[in-house]
């Protein structure tokens, strides 16, 4: 984990190169963290064995010890013994019918075996744990997470022990009112450790992190940084990139930093060839292995420019949930499921709503030549107000950076959705995360996502502060659906505050239950496939309307679990605004989108 540090903001991109060596300089960690590519892990996925605690009693010198009892009158109330297992990573909820709608603690236990190496570091790796998350071994507490949808991990060198060694994981999925998200949202609060468990072995001196990414604006020069962690700090480092016949030598500094910069004739990365490059980074100490490919995405005026080329982002929003197994997402081959459904629908984006998704769906994603607009749950009722909600937002914020800073699929920071400017303290919050992000990250476009905008007389008046932060204009709207037309869609008329930027709609459609075409009164036909068709043609309409679109992406892909939406006859759990049903049957709107981005 890095130090807090301030960072200056600088607006001119001339200054790029030295936002990174401040940045860099400032490297040096509180807590050791390190880059999981290509190490030597060791899984301790699997089979776990839990303790239900609806009541949040147990405390865990209670559950750890696991006393057994001595004569008839000892009860022992906790204990792992004769209790149910669970698959990791999974979440919870679709594992035990009793747990469908639980939220509040579970205790995870795993036995692993290790044998300690003087000459290694060892580290406990979370690809995930939603939502708090205490970490005990062997009786001692190692460490707190909060936070469901990043990575996090623990330095245990010196704390494993040869032979068999006991870690418990107290996993709370309780919604908090100063929580990011807080306490409402509209998707399944899937509960448990959601993501892969690994330990995680290092030389004594290792690769902790790095960037090798091409200059914001330039096609063919890398700028970045390598950071070693350990008392050999100062080594010649070597990348090497072998299809190109390229290797940089550069060395670092005392306190393990160094800077990198370099030209090559890279073949870019784009949705038409999602070229990937075997990218080896070497030390003294250490190796690391990645696969990265090379992109400029950037905004001039009023387009968004891929490797120089203007692009129409056709996109198209994602939970991270299996649609058919309703239970969150998190394998490969979940990932292709979502991945491959978008593909066919004719995306060249992915909006992964509301949160960061799974390492396996960025990976693959670009794999396949799909872009990936990363969002923060910085979603609606945030409390702005409390004092540990800035931080809140910077530790997640950087967390969703350092995991995907390298993969260049990733092409926007999304910091916010559908948060109101009346809030306290809110624009000041925002706005300086977006500073953050701008210092830590450079290359990839920033919004937030709005959906305040006025609707009057067949016009939009769209504005709000954060915009003049922004490089996308992004506008949730559901004219048709929450919100009846007031005028044709061919007509709507456009009011912008920041009027040269590009816009895209983020978020547009209705709900429709799969196969409803036909409804005895006209109360219920705004649920029939028709009806979702009509609000999608319309739709295309009103985009004809708007200056400067860059892309559009409709709301959402499945349909999805989600405990606000109980209407008994046309909901039952699910937000149906989906172009594809939980079983994955097309409604009539996704062949109206699918023709609208065949044309784009």
């Excluded at 030549?369 to 702005?384: A, D, K, N, R, T």
């Amino acid at each position: 984990m890095n130090k807090n540090r301030e960072k200056i903001v600088f607006k001119k991109e001339m200054l790029v190169a030295l936002i990174i060596l401040l940045w860099g300089s400032y490297l040096q960690a509180q807590t050791a963290m390190v880059n999981v590519e290509s190490r030597h892990l060791s899984s301790l996925n699997g089979d776990w064995q839990v303790i239900l605690d609806p009541l949040r009693a147990g405390d865990w010198k209670q559950v750890w010890m696991e006393k057994k009892p001595q004569q008839k009158t000892d009860f022992i109330e906790y204990s792992f013994d004769g209790g149910p297992f669970l698959k990791v990573p999974g979440d919870f909820n679709s594992q035990l019918c009793e747990l469908t709608y639980f939220e509040g603690v579970v205790w995870y236990k795993k036995v692993f075996h290790y044998k300690s190496k003087d000459e290694k570091r060892l580290f406990l790796h979370f690809g995930a744990v939603n939502y708090l998350a205490d970490v005990y071994l062997n009786g001692e507490k190692i460490g707190s997470h909060e936070g469901g949808f990043t990575p996090f991990q623990f330095e245990i060198t010196g704390k494993v022990k040869n032979g068999d060694n006991a870690l418990i994981v107290k996993v709370n999925n309780q919604r908090l009112q100063n929580g990011l998200p807080g306490a409402g949202y509209d998707w399944f609060n899937y509960g448990g450790i959601t993501r892969d468990v690994n330990l995680i072995e290092t030389s004594k001196t290792f690769i902790e992190d790095y960037a090798v990414q091409l200059k914001k604006g330039s096609l063919n020069k890398v700028l970045g940084w390598i950071q070693l962690n350990g008392i050999n700090a100062k080594q010649k480092i070597k990348i090497k990139i072998p299809e190109l016949n390229k290797t940089y030598k550069t060395e670092s500094n005392s306190n393990g930093y160094a800077s990198v910069e370099f030209d090559s004739n890279f073949k870019l990365w784009s949705p038409e060839n999602p070229k990937l490059y075997k990218v080896i980074i070497e030390t003294g100490t250490d190796t690391v292995v990645d696969t990265i490919g090379f992109r400029c995405i950037e905004v001039q005026g009023s387009k968004v420019l891929l490797n120089k080329k203007e692009i129409f982002l056709k996109g198209v929003n994602i939970h991270e949930e299996n649609p058919y197994k309703g239970a969150r997402a998190y394998s490969k081959e979940d990932a292709l499921i979502l991945l491959n459904s978008a593909k066919e629908l004719g995306c060249n984006l992915l909006r992964l709503a509301h949160y960061p998704h799974n390492e396996n769906m960025i990976k693959e994603a670009e794999k396949m030549g799909l872009m990936v607009w990363s969002e923060l749950p910085v979603y609606q009722h945030i409390q702005f107000s409390d004092s540990l909600v800035p931080k809140k937002m910077e530790t997640m914020l950087k967390e969703m950076i350092r995991r995907d800073r390298n993969r260049c699929g990733v092409i926007v920071w999304s910091l916010s959705n559908e948060t109101y400017p009346g809030t306290l303290n809110r624009n000041s919050a925002l706005i300086d995360l977006t500073q953050k992000c701008e210092a830590i990250d450079s290359t990839r476009l920033i919004t937030h996502v709005i959906n305040t905008q006025g609707y009057t007389n067949n016009s939009f008046n769209v504005w709000d502060p954060l915009y003049k932060y922004s490089d996308l204009i992004s506008i949730n709207e559901y004219i048709g659906w929450y919100v009846p037309w007031q005028g044709k869609p061919s007509e709507v008329k456009w009011q912008f505050a920041f009027p040269d930027k590009p816009v895209f709609i983020s978020e547009f459609g209705g709900e429709a239950l799969y196969g409803g075409n036909d409804r005895p009164t006209d109360e219920a036909a705004n649920w029939t496939e028709e009806y979702q068709k009509q609000i999608y043609v319309n739709q295309i309409e009103l985009f004809k309307t708007i200056p400067n679109l860059c892309g559009t992406s409709p709301w959402l892909l499945f349909d999805y679990k989600s405990l606000g939406r109980m209407n008994q006859v046309y909901q039952k759990g699910y937000n149906r605004k989906g172009l594809l049903s939980e079983k994955g049957e097309k409604k009539k709107a996704w062949y109206i989108m699918n023709e609208y981005y065949k044309g784009k």
